[in-house]
């Protein structure tokens, strides 16, 4: 089989490798496994031996690019490409004992030590998702997981100005996928022994010929921000929203190797004003009289504003669903931002933009803004799906 590798030095001075390798699998049923012999290593499961073959075809990693500290670029299964590096640990919460990354391609092991937002990023382009356990045995909006994978896989085959191919019907119908998801889930989780929540990222790939893939990433949860919590404004929405597309992981990265050490998240604003969204969370003002305001369109809508949204109903919290603009800032009493790691988290300190240079608002403890928060982390429970024994 042809490939082209090169080889060059990075600023370190530590060897960096890279391969582009053709794939000449052909497209398989879900969830089945071909597997590939070339004596190098044997990967051991319950119920199979996997053996990797060497870097000039599809393979697992090899214990040495795994376990080696220069970053090396590999190609596993049909073409995922993923890169091993000291640094892809960093950020994660490191636990005491246990297998702290898992990494499973259907149901089949991968060597992995990366944190998820960097997997996604070297991963092909997919529909994914992001999670987090209660209990480490239930699933927060399990449900609405797998409603959002399949409406994020057919809107970006829309996007793409294509149809779903026959292939693909099992991950675009909620009831063919809901059982794949969970057998590579309860898969990765077999694997997985650090204690703690887990945050669980799934990932499903495809390629023209009809071919997919679903990847579950588990990592341990990162523990809630710690006061003093800092957003700022910057950037604008992102185009197609409502899907969970891996290329806005990779779009959004400028921005985000942009944001200074201290800051937590970074809100878009469309014209320099309105406020949409977070770069991995969603945003709410709420305003000194007592109404919380979001953007109901051009938006995520992620599973905790989900929770959030059914929390102020029952509790009679008015709820705005426009987005929320700079020019009213002085009216509200705080803001936060939402997602799976974070819950609804307040804001202490917001940053923006004006002619004048960047102004600076403190929300000093706005007790609707901590209440809403506290409401909600009291009621992920009652919303979670128990998926693992």
């Known amino acids: 089989m042809h490939h082209v590798c090169s080889t060059w030095l990075s600023s370190a001075g530590a060897s960096l490798a890279r391969c582009s390798i053709p794939s000449t699998r052909a497209p398989r049923p879900p969830i089945a496994f071909v597997g590939h012999t070339r004596n190098l290593h ?27 500290p220069a970053r090396h670029a590999c190609s596993f299964g049909r073409y995922t490409t993923l890169a091993m590096t000291k640094q892809s640990t960093t950020g994660l919460a490191v636990p005491k004992e246990g297998r702290q990354v898992v990494l499973v391609k259907n149901e089949t092991p991968v060597p992995c030590t990366q944190t998820s937002g960097d997997f996604l990023s070297s991963a092909p382009r ?61 898969a990765a989780m077999r694997d997985y022994t650090a204690p703690g ?15 997919y893939d679903i990847y579950s990433h588990l990592v341990p ?44 998240e970074i809100v878009l604003a469309a014209e320099g004003v309105h406020l949409f969204e977070g770069l991995s969370s969603n945003f709410y003002a709420v305003t000194k009289s007592g109404t919380v305001v979001t953007a109901g369109e051009g938006i995520l809508a992620g599973t905790v504003r989900e929770l959030l949204l059914r929390v102020c109903e029952k509790e009679g919290i008015p709820v705005l669903l426009e987005p929320p603009s700079l020019l009213d800032v002085g009216t509200w009493e705080g803001a936060m931002v939402s ?35 506290a409401l909600v982390q009291d009621a992920i429970k009652a919303d979670s799906t128990v998926v693992f024994e």
């Open 42 to 68: 044997r990967y051991h499961t319950e119920s199979y031996t996997l053996q990797a073959r060497q870097l000039d075809s599809p393979s697992l990693f090899t214990k040495r690019a795994f376990l080696a």
């Open 126 to 186: 997919g529909a994914y998702t992001t999670g987090r356990t209660v209990d480490r045995n239930a699933i927060f909006e399990f449900e609405f997981h797998v409603q959002r994978l399949v409406t994020s896989v057919k809107l970006m085959l829309e996007a793409d100005g294509k149809s779903v191919p026959t292939n693909l019907l099992p991950v675009v119908e909620i009831t063919t996928l809901r059982p794949q998801i969970l057998a590579s889930l309860r």
């Open 197 to 211: 929540e887990i945050k669980l990222t799934v990932l499903i790939t495809w390629d023209d010929e009809g071919g």
């Open 221 to 264: 949860l990162p523990a809630l921000p710690r006061s003093p919590v800092k957003v700022m404004v910057k950037g604008a929405p992102r185009n197609n929203p409502a899907a969970k597309d891996t290329d806005w992981v990779r779009a959004r990265k400028g921005l985000e190797d942009e944001k200074p050490a201290d800051v937590n």
């Open 339 to 373: 997602s799976t790691s974070r819950l609804a988290t307040p804001i202490d300190k917001f940053l923006y933009s004006t002619e004048q240079g960047t102004q600076e608002v403190n929300f000093n403890d706005g007790p609707l803004t901590h209440r809403i928060a």
